[in-house]
């Protein structure tokens, strides 16, 4: 498609909009649930989440619905629908149904967990983040089977709804390793990103992945006079600041040993639709940085470009000797730089992990102890080909059902696009109608209910021309 107008055709629009009304009242009643899984005492919440997902899956018409229920993993649904014909692809949607905290309450306009409309917008704590966007999906099924007149989707849909996701996904591996067969798939349909901006509907197709690691310097025994003996011995602190210093170059490249070795870029389709996408810097900065003045980083890269493409290393904190009042005068005996990565296809975590052991060693001076601790095996990176045909056929649903070519879009952030991958052996694409300022894990969390509705139209779109493009 060149043209940036494209023709929505009539049917599977129609059918969303004749469930609208059904849609938001059930996705209102579903955000009064309170599923905060990183806090216990609402652990009873994400239960009562999972049986009224369950509950409105089975009133929906879906033939096989379950809570699997693992403690100490939180409940997760999973639903089938198989298609007529048994040579269908199946495709797994991933969503999670679990939300953030609240905190703080007194900064929301409207009660978390009210489900309040004004005009377009639905607020509420998961109107956006996740089970605006499941809820889309359950409708864009609806929508697709009054579109069609079928009694079954085109392809097997399966549903897959973590109940653990803000809180990191712990047990998503497990569930993936025990429910095997259930979750078997020829593609994965992941459904937690948003689009760029309301006026240019996006297409996502990866995200970063990330390590995390702890470097500590390690010096003496204990912390030392600074008159006595500083001067006359290493300082463990001087030394992480000088390996902190040359962690990046002058072009703000990542001076680990080979850590571009393996770096993918993106097609330049894509670069240019990164660039084709509408960004104020201003307001970039205003909305997501924080209030930070400038924008900052590697060379040669665009800000959008910085943030979804491109690895990074991040200082996260860093720690050593005497912070407390006033002043004591000592060389510390420790201290210790907390580190992040960001990585893009297709670094492997435990490779840059080689390379930061080799270069934190080619940093520590004489008389210092260096101590790499990992967290975790790190987060791969994921990005599908935007040439394959699933890909193919999600921008089209997208873009017929915005009314315009959508453009593609990565996101910065990690997630369990990348493990679903790797465990399922299938691509990932994503499909997303929220908005980056939906304000997801802040105070007055939003949807914008027009573009949900898009979003479910997609979806239908999706599920009818599948079949076509993957035979
Ligand atoms: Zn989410």
Same mark, same amino acid.
């Given at each position: 498609?060149?043209?940036?107008?494209?023709?929505?055709? /009539?049917?599977?629009?129609?059918?969303?909009?004749?469930?609208?009304?059904?849609?938001?009242?059930?996705?209102?009643?579903?955000?009064?649930?309170?599923?905060?899984?990183?806090?216990?005492?609402?652990?009873?919440?994400?239960?009562? *989440?999972? &049986?009224?997902?369950?509950?409105?899956?089975?009133? #929906?018409?879906?033939?096989?619905?379950?809570?699997? #229920?693992?403690?100490?993993?939180?409940?997760?649904?999973?639903?089938?629908? /198989?298609?007529?014909?048994?040579?269908?692809?199946?495709?797994?949607?991933?969503?999670?149904?679990?939300?953030?905290?609240?905190?703080?309450?007194?900064?929301?306009?409207?009660?978390?967990? $009210?489900?309040?409309?004004?005009?377009?917008?639905?607020?509420?704590?998961?109107?956006?983040?996740?089970?605006?966007?499941?809820?889309?999906?359950?409708?864009?099924?609806?929508?697709?089977? $009054?579109?069609?007149?079928? &009694?079954?989707?085109?392809? !097997?849909?399966?549903?897959?709804?973590?109940?653990?996701?803000?809180?990191? *996904?712990?047990?998503?591996?497990?569930?993936?390793?025990?429910?095997? @067969?259930?979750?078997?798939?020829?593609?994965?349909?992941?459904?937690? !990103?948003?689009?760029?901006?309301?006026?240019?509907?996006?297409?996502?197709?990866?995200?970063?992945?990330?390590?995390?690691?702890?470097?500590?310097?390690?010096?003496?025994?204990?912390?030392?006079?600074?008159? &006595?003996?500083?001067?006359?011995?290493?300082?463990?602190? !001087? $030394?992480?600041?000088?390996?902190?210093?040359?962690?990046?170059?002058?072009?703000?490249?990542?001076?680990?040993?080979?850590?571009?070795?393996?770096?993918?870029?993106?097609?330049?389709?894509? &670069?240019?639709?990164?660039?084709?996408?509408?960004?104020?810097?201003?307001?970039?900065?205003?909305?997501?940085?924080?209030?930070?003045?400038?924008?900052?980083?590697?060379?040669?890269?665009?800000?959008?470009?910085?943030?979804?493409?491109? /690895? !990074? $290393?991040?200082?996260?904190?860093?720690?050593?000797?005497?912070?407390?009042?006033?002043?004591?005068?000592?060389?510390?005996?420790?201290?210790?730089?907390?580190?992040?990565?960001?990585?893009?296809?297709?670094?492997?975590?435990?490779?840059?992990?080689?390379?930061?052991?080799?270069?934190?060693?080619?940093?520590?001076?004489?008389?210092?102890?260096?101590?790499?601790?990992?967290?975790?095996?790190?987060?791969?990176?994921?990005?599908?080909?935007?040439?394959?045909?699933?890909?193919?056929?999600?921008?089209?649903?997208?873009?017929?059902?915005?009314?315009?070519? @959508?453009?593609?879009?990565?996101?910065?952030? *990690?997630?369990?696009?990348?493990?679903?991958?790797?465990?399922?052996?299938?691509?990932?694409?994503?499909?997303?109608?929220?908005?980056?300022?939906?304000?997801?894990?802040?105070?007055?969390?939003?949807?914008?209910?027009?573009?949900?509705?898009?979003?479910?139209?997609?979806?239908?779109?999706?599920?009818?021309?599948?079949?076509?493009?993957?035979?």
């Amino acid at each position: 498609m060149t043209a940036d107008r494209v023709d929505p055709g /009539p049917s599977e629009r129609a059918a969303v909009a004749a469930l609208a009304d059904e849609f938001l009242k059930s996705l209102r009643e579903w955000i009064t649930i309170p599923s905060i899984s990183t806090d216990p005492a609402h652990h009873g919440d994400v239960a009562a *989440s999972a &049986r009224w997902l369950a509950d409105a899956l089975r009133a #929906d018409g879906w033939p096989e619905v379950a809570v699997w #229920d693992h403690g100490p993993a939180l409940p997760a649904v999973y639903a089938c629908w /198989p298609a007529d014909d048994p040579a269908a692809p199946t495709v797994l949607v991933y969503g999670h149904h679990d939300v953030q905290p609240v905190d703080p309450p007194e900064a929301w306009e409207h009660p978390p967990f $009210a489900g309040v409309v004004v005009g377009e917008e639905l607020f509420g704590r998961g109107a956006s983040d996740d089970k605006g966007q499941v809820a889309m999906q359950m409708l864009g099924v609806r929508a697709h089977l $009054a579109a069609t007149g079928a &009694r079954a989707p085109a392809v !097997t849909l399966k549903f897959f709804v973590e109940g653990e996701e803000e809180s990191g *996904s712990p047990h998503l591996a497990d569930l993936l390793d025990r429910h095997a @067969a259930d979750l078997a798939c020829d593609l994965v349909v992941f459904t937690d !990103t948003p689009l760029h901006a309301r006026d240019a509907p996006t297409v996502n197709t990866g995200q970063r992945g990330v390590l995390g690691a702890e470097v500590t310097f390690t010096g003496g025994a204990s912390d030392v006079h600074s008159g &006595r003996v500083g001067g006359g011995v290493p300082n463990p602190a !001087t $030394a992480l600041a000088r390996l902190v210093a040359a962690l990046h170059d002058d072009d703000g490249r990542v001076r680990l040993p080979g850590f571009y070795a393996d770096v993918a870029e993106p097609t330049a389709a894509e &670069r240019a639709d990164y660039a084709a996408l509408p960004f104020d810097e201003a307001d970039w900065l205003a909305a997501n940085a924080g209030g930070a003045r400038a924008v900052a980083g590697e060379a040669g890269w665009s800000t959008l470009e910085r943030v979804w493409v491109r /690895p !990074t $290393a991040e200082v996260n904190g860093i720690s050593g000797g005497y912070t407390g009042p006033g002043l004591k005068t000592i060389v510390p005996r420790e201290a210790s730089v907390k580190l992040s990565f960001r990585l893009v296809p297709n670094q492997v975590p435990a490779a840059v992990a080689d390379g930061l052991r080799e270069f934190v060693a080619a940093h520590t001076p004489d008389g210092i102890t260096a101590r790499v601790a990992l967290r975790g095996d790190g987060t791969p990176p994921y990005a599908v080909d935007v040439a394959h045909p699933a890909a193919v056929a999600v921008h089209v649903a997208v873009s017929e059902a915005f009314g315009q070519r @959508a453009r593609y879009s990565r996101t910065g952030g *990690s997630g369990p696009a990348a493990v679903l991958h790797a465990t399922l052996g299938v691509p990932v694409v994503y499909l997303g109608a929220t908005l980056p300022d939906d304000r997801i894990h802040a105070p007055n969390e939003r949807v914008v209910l027009p573009l949900l509705l898009r979003g479910a139209e997609a979806a239908a779109r999706l599920w009818r021309s599948l079949p076509e493009r993957l035979s």
